[in-house]
């Protein structure tokens, strides 16, 4: 069984979102019909939904059912043993971002903390659901994500003066002494000891009192301004002394005199490129910044903030349950691989069509992007014991199970229920999708 889905609701439009028709969120919701929804151009928008979360569930087009209404009351659509261990809800919230301003400092809480954060504050924190959530590029995307490497760290403390002025003389001493020497070690002992350090040289920045930051925000975004290829010691391994003043710059003119300026020494900045992916586990910090992005998750809302934002920020929780894990960005990044479960036509072989599957390490959700590069071209997925949906980025085609046979196009959302055999086949020569899915039994890819 598979049906069409109205993936908009109000909520969709925030401050941070890319403005009118450049919002891929926008364009995506106003292909499908959908009450009165219909894009103005000077305003911004920023996040579709897509899944059966309380907050914003998505309906079925045809009965204007919501989809949470409609998994609840047939099971069978989810598959038996799905349905009951995630309490006849949805295991992913599928999400288009579309961002033009920066999304806060933030990390999402493991499910226990989850659990205590909702009971004493359902207010700020909705839900009692974790949210380990994986993010693929569908424009050129950039963000700030996971603890640099602690020697980059120690770098920018030493060769950027507002930040080790800011956080004290003391403090950066004492972190620097704590890691020379094995900043890459693997023992075990070494790891404790680098992430006690990173914890309190960080909390001590997150603890500055507003005017201080303000006022050490001056002197960075002078020295940003004046410094260019020289600002931050000529940068770091990872990134260039032009593309950081750059980046502090820019981020000035959107939250001016914010912490989240400093921050970002401390935090890797990353770039995607189209079709690249990152995964972010519950607890880890970070903080999107531009780009168009598709976003899976565990079916949650929790977000705990600490910067680039108004909205309610809770250092104390935010210092105190970070993993604080150090690495390289390229250790976040996935790899993702051929999904073995899709077999292409000829006519998508000849064409070097692809069925690409991004693959967590949770059990919670999976995405395969599907690219079919020519007209006719067809990728048959093999059923699967769980539900799937599926959204059109570009092109147009067609989204058949069994004898149902329907038209897809940009924007277009179906959920296809468990057991189905699906098939995508092109009208084009650049039909795109991504298909979000759960499957406990394994069947999401064999290099998983």
């Not at 490129?273 to 565990?298: N, P, Q, R, T, W």
Request: charged share 25%; hydrophobic share 40%; aromatic share 10%.
């Amino acid at each position: 069984m598979f049906f069409p889905l109205s993936a908009w609701s109000t909520g969709l439009r925030k401050s941070i979102g890319k403005v009118g028709k450049a919002s891929a969120a926008a364009r995506f919701a106003a292909a499908t019909p959908s009450g009165d929804f219909s894009i103005q151009e000077d305003k911004p928008y920023a996040e579709l939904w897509m899944g059966t979360h309380p907050s914003l569930p998505s309906k079925d087009l045809e009965t204007q059912r919501t989809l949470l209404d409609l998994v609840q009351d047939n099971q069978a659509l989810m598959s038996t043993e799905i349905g009951h261990r995630y309490g006849g809800k949805l295991p992913f919230l599928f999400k288009v971002l579309s961002i033009r301003k920066a999304l806060s400092i933030q990390a999402h809480p493991n499910k226990k903390l989850a659990e205590e954060l909702h009971r004493k504050d359902p207010k700020n924190y909705p839900d009692d659901n974790h949210k380990p959530e994986m993010t693929i590029a569908i424009t050129p995307f950039d963000g700030l994500c996971g603890f640099r490497p602690l020697a980059e760290i120690s770098h920018y403390l030493s060769a950027v003066p507002s930040l080790r002025k800011l956080i004290g003389d003391s403090v950066a001493d004492e972190f620097e002494k704590a890691v020379e020497g094995h900043e890459t070690s693997s023992d075990q002992k070494d790891l404790e000891k680098n992430k006690k350090a990173l914890q309190t040289a960080f909390s001590a920045l997150m603890k500055c009192e507003k005017s201080d930051v303000a006022a050490a925000a001056e002197d960075l975004v002078k020295a940003a301004k004046e410094e260019g290829e020289t600002f931050a010691g000529n940068g770091g391994p990872s990134n260039g002394g032009q593309e950081l003043a750059d980046l502090v710059v820019r981020l000035n003119s959107q939250f001016e005199g914010d912490i989240g300026l400093f921050v970002l020494f401390f935090l890797n900045y990353v770039k995607l490129e189209v079709g690249e992916a990152m995964f972010l586990k519950a607890d880890d910090i970070h903080a999107y910044l531009s780009g168009d992005i598709i976003e899976c998750m565990a079916s949650s809302d929790n977000v705990v903030r600490a910067g680039f934002t108004p909205k309610f920020q809770d250092i104390p929780t935010l210092t105190t349950m970070l993993t604080y894990s150090y690495a390289p960005i390229s250790e976040q990044k996935m790899n993702p691989f051929d999904y073995p479960y899709a077999t292409l036509n000829s006519i998508a072989y000849s064409s070097a069509s692809s069925t690409i599957l991004y693959d967590p390490p949770i059990e919670e959700f999976s995405v395969v992007k599907t690219y079919l590069k020519k007209q006719g071209a067809k990728a048959t997925f093999e059923a699967i014991e769980g539900p799937s949906i599926v959204i059109c980025t570009k092109g147009q085609g067609k989204i058949s199970v069994g004898p149902k046979v329907e038209d897809m196009k940009e924007g277009f959302v179906y959920f296809v229920g468990a057991t189905a055999e699906l098939v995508l086949e092109s009208s084009c020569d650049d039909f795109t999708t991504f298909k979000a899915f759960c499957d406990l039994t394994g069947k999401e890819g064999s290099g998983s």
